[in-house]
């Protein structure tokens, strides 16, 4: 009778072994099939990842320098803390809403800024929770930038309090760009028109931002971006459905359906009467 136990005890967790190597093989394969899989990891580990070798740049203030900061990296951060109130006016006024203050992190060495971010590349990003803005001072001082990079991270800070993490890429990013002027600073509307002449457009793709990447063809980036500002600042020079383009989003509506039930046509027929627009300017 004990052996007949004991087999059963031993059966029972051989199945138990099986069914866990199962699910972990699933996961695995599940995993794999999604292209990115090392980014959603990277992503999920910056999520609980805290922030250390800080220090506030004031007393209670949200903005944080570097241990290692150099005077002007210290510098930086505290005109970043100084600005704060315009930038969020800037936001508020453009975007239609209250803007929360995040936690700024300002790195003053590369090290720092790629243990906390996707792109270790770039100057400045959103956290992946929505509520932190890390900057790389490094990248910042060279060209000047810090307060429009900045007022850019803020309009991506807004749409994640917002609702709209997810929303196309290309909206993110046209926001971001017109409303601060940073994010595209080397390419001009002029050298974007040219693109465009040459066959170069973003796509207005409506995809899930976040599972899907952006359509930008050969563009470099900042193109991307540049072409993409302007289709924004097309959008809202009709003021009143811009206006309650926005209202729709920030009350849950998809980008897509926002727009195209603010202007009563598809983003497509828009996208399209934009590029007609800059075309005839480039001529």
């Not at 793709?205 to 072409?227: E, H, I, M, V």
Request: with cysteine; aromatic share 8%; hydrophobic share 45%.
């Amino acid at each position: 009778m004990a052996m007949q136990k004991m087999k059963a005890l031993i059966d029972t967790a051989l199945c138990q072994a099986s069914r866990l190597r199962v699910i972990a093989g699933i996961a695995v394969v599940c995993c794999l099939a999604i292209s990115g899989c090392s980014n959603w990891i990277k992503a999920g580990m910056l999520q609980i990842r805290p922030f250390t070798g800080f220090k506030e740049v004031s007393v209670a203030s949200f903005v944080h320098a570097e241990n290692t900061a150099t005077l002007q990296t210290l510098a930086l951060a505290q005109q970043l803390h100084q600005v704060f109130s315009s930038a969020q006016t800037t936001i508020e006024r453009t975007h239609g809403a209250s803007l929360k203050a995040p936690a700024v992190y300002v790195c003053a060495s590369e090290d720092c800024y790629a243990k906390y971010v996707m792109i270790p590349g770039s100057s400045a990003e959103t956290g992946q929770s929505g509520s932190t803005v890390i900057l790389n001072a490094v990248r910042l001082l060279k060209n000047d930038s810090g307060i429009p990079i900045f007022t850019h991270e803020l309009s991506h800070i807004f749409w994640y309090q917002h609702g709209q993490r997810c929303a196309p890429r290309w909206w993110l990013e046209g926001m971001a760009v017109a409303t601060s002027g940073g994010g595209a600073e080397s390419v001009s509307d002029a050298q974007a028109r040219q693109l465009l002449r040459e066959g170069q457009a973003f796509h207005a793709a409506l995809d899930n931002g976040c599972f899907n990447p952006a359509q930008r063809g050969t563009l470099s980036w900042a193109a991307y971006y540049r072409q993409a500002a302007m289709f924004v600042s097309y959008l809202r020079e009709d003021e009143p459905r811009f206006t309650r383009a926005l209202e729709l989003m920030r009350g849950g509506e998809r980008v897509g359906p926002a727009l195209q039930s603010a202007y009563a046509q598809p983003v497509a027929a828009l996208w399209a009467q934009w590029h007609k627009k800059e075309m005839a300017l480039a001529q």
